[in-house]
């Protein structure tokens, strides 16, 4: 920050002695009048950089950024919560924007027999949510399965709330799941005869968390610490 300062100070000191004409290129070429108006020119232009710096400087110094752990995606034309309300919950309803009114949303894609992932992920929201403490009741994680051939309503509302009692589950049809998972720019598609399973999924891993006015903010990175992810949603719940 120091040396920042220095620089923007340094050319508007060159800048104020190329107008003045007592810097040294001035001195030296002095009778060299068909110098002076590219000099002038020169001096202007350092003026010029040195004055956007020295705001910029200022700005920055005023109007301090709020940083996160996880990736700041405030902005995105992708992502739209309303996307989400095509889903079912796993108690078979429907979800409208007054059920997130006033939350943090977080949500991610897996489905229930993923078998290192999506646990994974459940297990480090349910200890995010953990250190959240009583700030935790204004956080809502949801899991949105991308198989839904095997992910029934009665399977998801086994599985989510394992973890988290507050968790839900949400489904839709092949079509549907589809086209929220593209919403997203998630990847998934099925692996046959891995397992003894039948087929397993590739899928995408990464986290999403919109603030309490839903508005998509964060990319949540897979393996991030609980406690990171429980500093970025504290903030998202503070208005920052």
């Not at 020169?42 to 940083?67: D, M, Y």
């Not at 403490?133 to 599985?159: I, K």
Request: some cysteine; overall charge neutral; proline content about 5%.
């Amino acid at each position: 920050m120091f040396i920042k300062i220095i620089v923007v100070l340094l050319l508007l000191i060159v800048a104020a002695s190329l107008l003045t004409g007592r810097g040294p290129v001035m001195a030296t070429r002095r009778s060299s009048s068909s110098l002076r108006p590219l000099i002038k020119r020169v001096a202007f232009v350092l003026l010029a950089i040195g004055v956007v710096l020295a705001a910029l400087h200022l700005s920055g110094c005023s109007q301090p950024h709020e940083t996160f752990h996880a990736t700041d995606i405030t902005g995105a034309e992708f992502g739209s919560q309303s996307t989400l309300f095509r889903l079912t919950d796993h108690h078979g309803r429907r979800p409208a924007s007054a059920d997130f009114s006033g939350k943090v949303v977080v949500m991610f894609f897996g489905y229930t027999q993923c078998p290192d992932i999506c646990p994974t992920t459940l297990v480090t929201m349910k200890e995010s949510m953990r250190l959240l403490g009583p700030a935790a009741d204004r956080v809502q994680v949801l899991f949105v399965t991308v198989d839904p051939e095997r992910d029934t309503p009665e399977v998801l509302a086994t599985f989510v709330p394992w973890f988290d009692t507050r968790f839900l589950g949400l489904y839709g049809d092949a079509q549907t799941t589809l086209d929220v998972a593209r919403e997203f720019k998630v990847f998934y598609s099925k692996v046959k005869g891995e397992t003894a399973l039948g087929y397993s999924i590739d899928h995408s891993a990464n986290s999403y968390a919109y603030d309490p006015q839903g508005r998509l903010r964060l990319l949540i990175r897979h393996g991030e610490t609980p406690e990171h992810i429980a500093e970025d949603l504290h903030k998202l719940l503070a208005g920052k």
